[in-house]
């Protein structure tokens, strides 16, 4: 148990004013779910006392951090719940399914190899049907193509050699979904960065940021992948890096989590650790670097805030480099759930709550109706491309796109 991080100690700042639970998507959607002001710190004091205390509803908690966003006290309610969960949590129902949807490493390694084999396999009935009734992963769900090259062997053939013509650089955590599903996403990363001055490094070893490991109660496996990731994220900023991210999921882990929920210390990273949009923002509006885009760019484009970003607050410098584009014409859509959150929607007895919980940012997307929503969550992603038949792209993509050739 870890006695020691910021959340458990700043519960009692609650002030009872219960407006964290006029924010909580699921306790609208679930009665069975007591809502964050209960869930955090109202029985942290008993969990405290008393590990008995402990209210298996807590399973419910999307960590979403809309409950931390809205509370007027700053406490950490979500992170509260998810180290209580952390401590006190009986050992899953369907062990096998977890660790197989928490591993994004190791199954993004297996899987990508064999990607045209997997990719037209998963989506079958029978195959589906499998999967619902042995594993508990729901059948309706869509899951996310793999790409049979990974975006660190294209990094490695194509892109290093080029970026020695560069004098300023960045390392790039590209993370599980760039790497193993949407290499191009990496590639449109490179692209803006190199478009804009800098030549990209990667890091000297990556693991997956873990968030879907504490997600699903594998407190262990998350530490060792998050110290390997701080190691060196360390040693990028030693050399004066910035170390730039285009997911915000990974991006929230890493600068928060890591040191609010598993306790590590976040000294010699945290600082140089930013989503890629909002650094080129800072950097276009100091002047410091410019964009060219193309003069005959157009899109229709929504923009879905997703829950981590809102907790990051970084949105905003998202939104404002969107419409630096000429031809953008930008929907900011109102800041609702999407439902997935990570492996949750993928889960049988959850799948109905995610819907449920989307529903109001489907409609939303749909009565918008743009050619692409724009988010930098993959999960939000999946979630609003299987509900809505819209694509989603990262801001990233966007601009790479709209960058004059
Ligand atoms: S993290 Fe989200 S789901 Fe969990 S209590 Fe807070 S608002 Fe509710
Ligand atoms: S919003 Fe904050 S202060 Fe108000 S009840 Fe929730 S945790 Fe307590």
């Known amino acids: 148990m870890q006695e020691n991080n910021v959340s458990r100690l700043g519960f009692e700042a609650c002030q009872k004013c219960s407006i964290c639970n006029e924010v909580c998507p699921m306790m609208e959607v679930n009665p069975l779910y007591p809502g964050p002001k209960k869930a ?34 700053g406490v950490h309610v979500a992170d509260l719940i998810q180290r209580a969960r952390l401590d006190y949590a009986p050992s899953p129902k369907h062990p096998l399914r977890d660790t ?6 190791f199954v993004g390694s297996l899987a990508s190899p064999f990607a045209p084999i997997v990719n037209a396999v998963l989506p079958l009935k029978p195959v589906k049907a499998i999967l619902d009734g042995a594993f508990a992963i729901d059948k309706r769900r869509t899951f996310p193509k793999y790409s049979p090259k990974t975006f660190v062997s294209w990094f ?9 013509e560069f004098s300023r650089f960045v390392s790039f955590f590209h993370g599980c979904y760039a790497n193993y599903n949407y290499p191009q996403l990496g590639k449109d990363f490179v692209k803006v960065m190199n478009a804009a001055g800098y030549g990209v490094h990667l890091l000297e070893k990556e693991r997956c940021c873990g968030v879907a490991l504490m997600a699903n109660g594998m407190e ?7 110290r390997t990731n701080i190691a060196s994220m360390v040693t990028a900023a030693g050399k004066g890096e910035m170390i730039l991210t285009a997911s915000s ?61 809102q907790r990051l607050g970084w949105q905003n410098y998202t939104i404002e480099l969107l419409r630096m584009i000429p031809g953008v014409s930008l929907t900011v859509l109102d800041q609702n759930c999407c439902g997935i959150s990570g492996t949750f929607g993928f889960k049988k007895e959850y799948y109905g709550y995610s819907q449920e919980i989307g529903a109001r940012l489907f409609d939303d997307i749909k009565a918008s109706n743009p050619e692409a929503v724009v988010s930098e969550c993959e999960t939000c992603k999946w979630q609003i491309e299987m509900n809505t038949g819209i694509p989603v792209m990262n801001p990233l993509s966007v601009l790479a796109a709209a960058l004059k050739p």
């Open 40 to 73: 955090g710190p109202d029985q942290e004091r008993y969990r405290l006392k008393d590990p008995v205390f402990y209210d298996y509803a807590l399973k419910y908690c999307l960590n979403c951090k809309r409950c931390e966003v809205a509370c007027p006290s």
């Open 100 to 105: 197989m949807l928490a591993s994004t490493d």
């Open 156 to 164: 490695r053939r194509e892109a290093a050699p080029r970026q020695k």
């Open 220 to 226: 262990k496996q998350a530490l060792k992948q998050a």
């Open 249 to 309: 999921s990974c991006t929230f882990m890493m600068r928060n989590e890591y040191g609010e929920v598993l306790g590590l210390p976040s000294e010699g990273y945290r600082d140089s650790l930013e989503l890629a949009c909002k650094w080129l923002y800072e950097k276009i509006e100091a002047g410091e670097v410019k964009l060219d885009f193309r003069p005959d760019f157009k899109m229709k484009l929504s923009y879905h805030t997703a829950c981590h970003m």
